[in-house]
């Protein structure tokens, strides 16, 4: 059993020169992984930690069984005997981790070979291998020492050694690119190998300290698939045949390295007349390293304190008595049993009191009309953990059109006053015959009658295609089809479709796709609600080739912004006829995304649009489509950066178009006129270290210029923060009355006298350098009222990307994107962001009053954020701004009950438009079920 943990280590992410925790970084968060080699799961329980699901490969019985509960399946066997593409069929993973496993194998380059198979598009591999060429081992060669240890560098199970070149062309030749390098330092005297220092000449041991090949001791490497072709395959590594290679090779380097040293003490003297000028530039650096290291005891002092407190907590009476009660509770009243719910009404009514005093307890309990309704919610069981594909499942067979329900809607349908001709557009290349009859019976199975289907082949070659078209245009009147001689493309074929259209509106529908039987009938009932519109697009999903649905996009209603870094309209869209003559149809040079061409110029031309949140489309994951896979159409991403970056011409701005964080995701980076002044506006009471370290971040980290800082004081009375105030180089502005957020900021930004203001909470600590600039761009615009950044707990993990209006029991809370479909790294239209972390355009802020005094606490900068958009004014987020937010860390988190109940009141029926009425409002982005 002792084996299973030779190779267990605690991982420590905060220690950057751990391979374990470079593996966990460089996998990242929320990824697919597969974990070769993973010993008794002690970076598995990390990556689980971090939201990956982890398949583990383990050759050793008793470590995987260890292991086993941190992986979502553990494969015992070994690696080398195992085919991957038989093991895995389908899948695919996001990362594939060879932690200290390829200098074990007997065939690495095979391995990786194998591995390549199973990445999913933009996948890549994570491996740590221990170098060779480290300096204790080449300071034992010259003794003439080669001795194998149980672990380290020359573990006895090690078949292979490596250096750096070797890693290189270890990847390079089974068809890699290494794109990022991570080194694991260690001193030549602290391996294990019995070396004494002393024994070697002090020139070698320099010469040895000053290569970075022969202080590392792992390299730690990320490599993607490589785009060039796999050269001739030869053998990585050094095998036990080859040591007497490495050996010579590392004599040689020791003499090289011997050599400089040499030259360099020779030219010392002529570098001595240039030390004047670097000893100034020392002073400097040594000066800025005081300061850091000032700053450095102070956070250390801080969380000192904070550690104080938590061993106070621990060592109090309350903790103990708690710790023995809870065993004893949990078996006498289990959750969720009946005995467990006077705990529960009691836990609630203390968490009342604690959060809006006791009087709001009091008030509560003389409620009694409500007693019934709580019961009831208290004794509601724990939800199901479920993952999204799950609930949708759930989802689709209560919502799904079943034949009584067609039945409804046909006689629903015949009965609409308003019954305009719906022309579907299809263009046609090559599909499967298969599917494309599946995507022509899903429109004829229409409940809606009143529709045309208008198909354009584009030269089809494959057998079958034309007699398809053929059969159904003779089946049924109302299909109309057109054949080209030769294949055009696509924006010529959907031109050719379009050109057949007689309808008043025209709706996109592709060749291997499926309508649900209710799609024209939902957007034709919505045009009679609002015949205004001009555009209308719906929820979609995906349809696996067995006919299954699953990975939902469940959308936000018209949001420019987000168009603009994600063609998320997409499926299914209806326009009216003659808007699409109005911009001319689909332009050729954008196949890929002619569809996102079309939908920026025809949203240029009219704002009457709207979201059905309805699933009203499938794409089919056709092997090689978007749907499938997001690498599959590389060529459609910068069709897609072309046609943002054309927009953004027609409409006059200045701006550039970047590739996202994610593949078909873009940056719009609007260029920023002159350097206007912004004021940043701190309100604080006390907590000088906490406040330091915030305006320090400012001024160290941010890499805008014509900034001013003011501190609005509320009545401080620490020496320490009024010593800090004496020596602070900004304005300090007392605030000397009972707290009150609003009535500060609002103190704040009358004496600012700067265009734009930042609103920013003294427990916020700057991350990315350009903070300012990513929401300043986007506040210069005439139509932003307010920006919001992207904000984490002091953990890292996501705290705030956006505010949901309705959420948190009706009121508001922060966004949590939690991944879904990127958005939460998307510039996005929002209802609100928070103050912790908010740019205003002061113009705006004054025309409609500032912050509501009477929310003295709580919910003022939403309400600040919904009357802007009253005004006419959007509200943003950019993920582009980020800060570290210890959400409240001066005030606590108390919220008045006349605050909630004052902002209930006045937003009232508010729904937010950028949350999709189908998910949970207290459980953000879960489907209600």
């Not at 031309?605 to 009203?616: D, F, M, S, V």
């Not at 902002?903 to 949970?920: I, K, M």
């Amino acid at each position: 059993m002792e084996e299973c943990f030779r190779y267990e280590s605690e991982v420590d992410l905060s220690n950057e020169n751990s391979s374990q925790a470079q593996l966990v970084l460089l996998t990242g968060n929320n990824k697919r992984v597969l974990e070769a080699g993973p010993a008794t799961g002690y970076v598995t329980r990390v990556l689980k930690e971090r939201g990956c699901s982890v398949t583990g490969i383990e050759v050793d019985e008793q470590a995987a069984a260890i292991a086993e509960p941190f992986c979502t399946r553990m494969i015992v066997g070994d690696i080398e005997k195992m085919d991957l593409s038989a093991t895995f069929g389908e899948e695919r993973f996001d990362v594939v981790i060879y932690g200290d496993v390829l200098e074990h194998l007997v065939d690495p380059d095979r391995v990786l070979e194998n591995t390549r198979q199973i990445l999913a598009p933009g996948g890549y591999v994570v491996a740590s291998i221990p170098n060779v060429a480290h300096a204790s081992l080449r300071l034992a060669l010259l003794r003439g020492d080669f001795s194998y240890t149980d672990l380290g560098l020359l573990d006895r199970t090690h078949l292979r050694f490596y250096t750096r070149e070797t890693v290189d062309e270890l990847f390079r030749t089974t068809g890699y690119v290494i794109s990022d390098w991570r080194r694991i330092v260690m001193e030549p005297f602290g391996t294990g190998q019995d070396l004494r220092e002393g024994d070697y000449p002090p020139f070698l041991t320099a010469a040895m300290r000053e290569d970075e090949d022969a202080l590392t001791y792992q390299y730690v490497v990320k490599a993607s698939i490589s785009e060039e072709p796999v050269s001739t395959r030869s053998r990585s590594g050094v095998g036990h045949q080859g040591r007497r290679t490495v050996m010579s090779a590392s004599l040689k380097s020791l003499w090289a390295e011997h050599e400089r040293t040499v030259a360099a003490e020779r030219q010392t003297a002529g570098l001595r007349s240039e030390l004047g000028e670097a000893s100034k530039q020392v002073e400097g650096i040594e000066q800025r390293l005081e300061e850091a290291e000032q700053r450095l005891v102070e956070a250390e002092q801080y969380a000192g304190a904070l550690g104080h407190e938590l061993n106070l907590i621990h060592g109090s009476i309350g903790y103990r008595i708690l710790k023995k009660v809870r065993a004893p509770v949990r078996f006498l009243a289990p959750p969720g049993s009946p005995q467990r719910l006077p705990l529960a009404v009691a836990r609630r009514a203390l968490r009342l009191a604690r959060r809006r005093g006791p009087m709001a307890l009091v008030k509560k309990a003389l409620r009694v009309r409500e007693w019934p309704a709580v019961l009831r919610n208290l004794k509601r069981p724990p939800p199901v953990a479920m993952d999204l594909n799950a609930r949708y499942q759930i989802w689709l067979s209560k919502h799904s059109v079943t034949p009584e329900r067609a039945e409804g809607l046909r006689k629903e349908a015949e009965a609409l006053s308003y019954r305009p001709l719906v022309s579907i557009v299809t263009p046609v290349y090559n599909p499967e015959v298969s599917w494309l009859r599946g995507a022509i019976e899903s429109v004829r199975g229409q409940v809606y009658g009143n529709w045309e289907l208008c198909l354009a082949d584009d030269g089809s070659t494959k057998p079958g295609v034309r007699d398809l078209l053929e059969e159904y245009s003779r089946l049924d009147s109302r299909i109309k089809v057109a054949f080209a001689e030769q294949n055009g493309g696509i924006s010529v074929a959907s031109n050719a479709a379009l050109s057949l259209a007689t309808g008043e509106f025209v709706g996109l529908l592709d060749h291997d796709d499926v309508l649900t039987p209710d799609a024209v009938f939902e957007v034709v009932k919505l045009l009679n609600e609002r015949p205004e519109l001009d555009y209308v697009y719906s929820d979609e999903d995906k349809m696996e080739l067995d006919g299954s649905r699953l990975d939902p996009f469940f959308k936000p209603d018209w949001a420019p912004d987000l168009l603009n870094c994600m063609n998320y309209v997409t499926h299914f869209s209806v326009y009216r006829k003659s808007v699409l003559d109005e911009v001319g149809g689909f332009r050729t040079g954008f196949e890929g995304s002619q569809d996102f061409d079309l939908t920026l110029r025809v949203t240029e031309k009219t704002q009457n649009i709207a979201h059905l949140p309805l699933q009203l489309y499938s794409w089919r994951k056709v092997p090689g489509s978007a749907a499938a896979s997001v690498g599959a159409k590389e060529y459609a991403y910068e069709a897609a950066k072309k046609a943002l970056t054309e927009a953004l011409d027609r409409r006059g701005l200045e701006a550039e178009v970047l590739d996202g964080p994610n593949r078909g995701h873009y940056r719009v980076k609007y260029a920023i006129k002159g350097s206007p002044k912004v004021t940043i506006v701190i309100p604080t009471r006390d907590q000088a270290p906490m406040l330091r370290r915030c305006v320090d971040s400012i001024r160290s980290r941010s890499t805008y210029a014509n900034y001013e800082i003011i501190i609005i004081n509320n009545d401080s009375r620490e020496a320490e923060t009024l010593r800090y105030f004496e020596t602070f180089e900004g304005r300090v502005i007392d605030y000397p009355h009972p707290f009150n957020y609003s009535a500060q900021m609002n103190l704040g930004v009358r004496a600012a006298g700067a265009d734009y203001v930042i609103l920013l909470n003294n427990d916020t600590l700057v991350i990315s350098p350009d903070w300012i600039e990513a929401m300043l761009e986007y506040g210069q615009r005439p139509d932003v009222g307010a920006v919001g950044a992207r904000l984490f707990f002091p953990d890292g993990q996501v705290q705030h990307e956006g505010v949901l209006v309705g959420g948190s029991g009706g009121l508001a809370g922060q966004m949590n994107h939690g991944g879904y479909f990127g958005m939460g790294e998307c510039v996005s239209n929002v209802s609100a962001v928070t103050a912790a972390c908010m740019l205003v355009k002061t113009k705006a802020y004054e025309e409609v009053g500032g912050l509501d005094e009477e929310l003295s606490v709580a919910y003022n900068d939403v309400d600040l954020c919904l009357k802007l958009r009253e005004k006419g004014y959007d509200v943003i987020y950019t993920p582009y701004a980020q800060l570290s937010h210890h959400e409240g860390g001066t005030r606590g988190h108390r919220h008045p009950e006349e605050d909630e109940r004052r902002f209930r009141t006045r937003w009232a029926g508010y729904r937010d438009p950028y949350y999709n009425p189908n998910f949970d409002l207290d459980h953000q982005f879960r489907l209600k079920l």
